[in-house]
């Protein structure tokens, strides 16, 4: 499996492109801020052609490119159905002060959204994706794991980062959920998982069971405080 990595110019989401190898077809995972020609220099490298858009959640930082890279294309993007409401309104699951920081952004929904499963298959481009529902960040955060030959892949988008997690203190973010999407989708995963997140470098469970204060206080007390980081 081909997994390459754009990293956006805002809040350093990453976003992926996904293919059974060069020349074939391919989906994007999160195209966010900024990634537009970075990413077709990428697809055109490697001769992939996206097939579709695939969501980890809702967040404009995850969602930005979503609309161009669709429309040139005239492909689905697909959200979990509890965050397609973001891509109507990307601030309805920030804070008040994100809008007033964007100004006069002009946002369009894009013209063919398809939604996720809430947990099962998803077959695109060849590659055959389990969709696990992971609450808590956002109502409608997703896992994609997908596997071949050399590992098993979980991408993340914001529910787990290397040593640490997605916060929950935005609209819709919900601490408890976050604890049982760790407990009950992240944490039963092999510890030779590779995690590709939304924001920071790749990780492995293992590494995150072992070392990661959010994971370890599930594992230890099932207690978790409150995470700070991403978007």
């Known amino acids: 499996?081909?997994?390459?990595?754009?990293?956006?110019?805002?809040?350093?989401?990453?976003?992926?492109?996904?293919?059974?190898?060069?020349?074939?077809?391919?989906?994007?995972?999160?195209?966010?801020?900024?990634?537009?020609?970075?990413?077709?220099?990428?697809?055109?490298?490697?001769r992939l052609r996206p097939v579709a858009v695939m969501l980890t959640h809702g967040h404009f930082d995850h969602t930005f490119s979503v609309v161009p890279v669709c429309g040139a294309r005239g492909i689905s993007a697909y959200v979990h159905p509890g965050d397609r409401g973001q891509l109507v309104d990307p601030f309805s699951g920030l804070p008040p002060q994100f809008k007033a920081m964007a100004g006069g952004l002009e946002w369009a929904e894009p013209d063919d959204v398809e939604e996720l499963p809430q947990t099962g298959p998803l077959n695109l481009a060849g590659i055959d994706f389990t969709v696990d529902h992971a609450p808590g960040h956002t109502p409608g955060s997703v896992l994609f794991r997908a596997s071949d030959d050399e590992a098993d892949y979980c991408l993340s988008g914001d529910v787990l980062f290397a040593?640490?997690?997605?916060?929950t203190d935005f609209p819709g973010g919900d601490n408890a959920a976050m604890e049982r999407s760790l407990a009950?989708?992240?944490?039963?995963?092999d510890d030779a998982t590779v995690v590709l997140p939304g924001h920071g470098p790749a990780t492995t469970i293992g590494a995150e069971r072992r070392g990661n204060p959010f994971l370890r206080r599930i594992v230890d007390s099932g207690h978790m405080e409150a995470p700070t980081r991403g978007l």
């Open 1 to 46: 499996m081909l997994i390459e990595s754009v990293v956006a110019e805002a809040f350093a989401t990453n976003c992926y492109v996904v293919a059974t190898g060069a020349g074939s077809e391919c989906v994007v995972i999160d195209p966010g801020i900024g990634i537009a020609s970075r990413l077709e220099k990428l697809l055109a490298d490697k």
């Open 184 to 189: 009950d989708k992240i944490l039963p995963l």
């Open 163 to 167: 040593g640490s997690i997605g916060r």
